[in-house]
């Protein structure tokens, strides 16, 4: 069985309870699985109807052959970045290949013994969050290799509004590969019909693609994700807080890796003067060797409550804790790292903080673009829009 880590929630009363999310709808997927070879694309956070989705299609017949593993690996708790080895699933003997360090798409000879492969993976909603990366992987090693690709769809959980610069081509990577905003309020589904219908990746009209579709969910709503989806994101609040401070990932500035408050927090050791608040990372799970080990580091606590910080803070990508350690920051050559225009998607964003411009100023640059966006977004959308 997969490694389960529950997210730890206290606002019951923002969140829906009524969505059924595809991977729960067996009976509209198992007559396509029927006398077929399945390969999975799964972590933990694939649980349908209370089992391990591996161990689920199983139970019920179905011939799988091998899974497929994201950053983090199958049970999730590896650390971001960390090379994940193939491997052998101890429960169910399958063979387990990794889609992350140099493999991250299938290979034809990986494809070779499957003849649908099955991607139910949770997401966040974040461009950055590389998920989706394996998601346009696997639909494009499909695409070329002949085989079916089902989508058995999860909501958004920050899918209810649109924000932050729209990725340029210089800058495309794994951790952000096509011209989408940061939060770009899409479902894995509605995000795989888009990336096809565009055509996107190589040989994307040759892909047959289906999605099995959530019930009950419009992008106006709050859902809860039953798995936390990373060993980094434990929590509701850190899951809204991340689109903004993954930026940080791309400076010198910690986001609280090595703690109990990972993305819910930030700070560094030469800032003391200027903030109040402090942390002190340590290595542990989901955090080998964390950036300011054994350090104070101090700054802000942000994301301790998802309510509160959806009062606070609202549907936005926000810049004024970036701008306010850059400005207090000593050495401010040093701040960004070459990693930051890969998450930000831009050279601009870096540029504009340099130069002085006040958070509305930026934010009001990005619009043009999102507008494009949104008019794309708009043909492949499945659920009720937010707007």
Same mark, same amino acid.
């Given at each position: ?259 109990? #408050? ?6 560094? !050791?030469?800032?003391? =003067?200027? *903030?109040?608040?402090? &942390?002190?990372?340590?290595? $542990? ?36 804790? #970036? ?6 920051? !000593?050495?401010?050559? =040093?701040? *960004?790292?070459?990693? &930051?225009?890969?998450?930000? $998607? ?42």
């Amino acid at each position: 069985m997969l490694l389960i880590f529950p997210c730890q929630l206290n606002a019951q009363s923002i969140y829906e309870t009524n969505i059924i999310s595809g991977d729960t709808k067996v009976g509209d997927y198992l007559p396509l699985l029927k006398g077929k070879r399945v390969g999975l694309v799964v972590n933990q956070t694939s649980v349908a109807l209370g089992q391990a989705l591996p161990d689920l299609l199983q139970s019920r017949g179905v011939n799988v052959v091998a899974i497929f593993v994201p950053e983090h690996g199958f049970r999730g708790n590896a650390d971001a970045g960390a090379n994940i080895e193939n491997s052998l699933d101890s429960s169910t003997g399958l063979p387990v290949v990794s889609l992350y360090g140099k493999h991250k798409k299938p290979e034809p000879q990986d494809l070779a013994g499957i003849d649908v492969m099955v991607y139910d993976l949770q997401d966040v909603g974040a461009r950055f969050y590389t998920y989706i990366s394996t998601l346009e992987y696997c639909m494009e090693a499909c695409a070329q290799n002949h085989k079916q690709f089902i989508v058995l769809d999860r909501p958004d959980p920050n899918g209810f509004y649109i924000a932050g610069p729209v990725l340029q081509p210089d800058c495309q990577s794994f951790v952000g590969r096509q011209p989408i905003p940061v939060v770009y309020a899409m479902t894995a589904g509605e995000y795989a019909r888009m990336i096809t219908g565009e055509g996107w990746f190589a040989n994307a009209a040759e892909l047959d693609l289906k999605v099995v579709e959530c019930s009950n969910y419009t992008h106006s709503m709050k859902y809860k994700l039953p798995v936390a989806p990373s060993p980094n994101l434990r929590n509701m609040a850190a899951i809204y807080a991340y689109p903004s401070l993954c930026l940080f990932e791309g400076t010198v500035v910690s986001v609280g890796r090595g703690t109990d #408050l990972p993305f819910a927090q930030f700070g560094c !050791p030469e800032v003391g =003067k200027d *903030f109040h608040y402090s &942390f002190t990372p340590h290595s $542990g799970p989901g955090a080998k060797s964390p950036p300011y080990e054994g350090k104070i580091c101090f700054g802000e606590l942000v994301a301790s409550d998802e309510s509160d910080y959806l009062l606070k803070y609202g549907k936005n990508v926000n810049l004024q804790w #970036l701008i306010k350690m850059y400005n207090a920051y !000593p050495d401010k050559d =040093k701040f *960004f790292t070459s990693f &930051f225009e890969k998450l930000a $998607g831009t050279k601009k964003l870096a540029e504009r903080i340099k130069a002085g411009e006040s958070e509305t100023e930026i934010v009001k640059s990005w619009q043009p673009e999102i507008k494009k966006f949104k008019k794309i977004r708009k043909k492949y959308l499945i659920y009720k829009d937010f707007e």
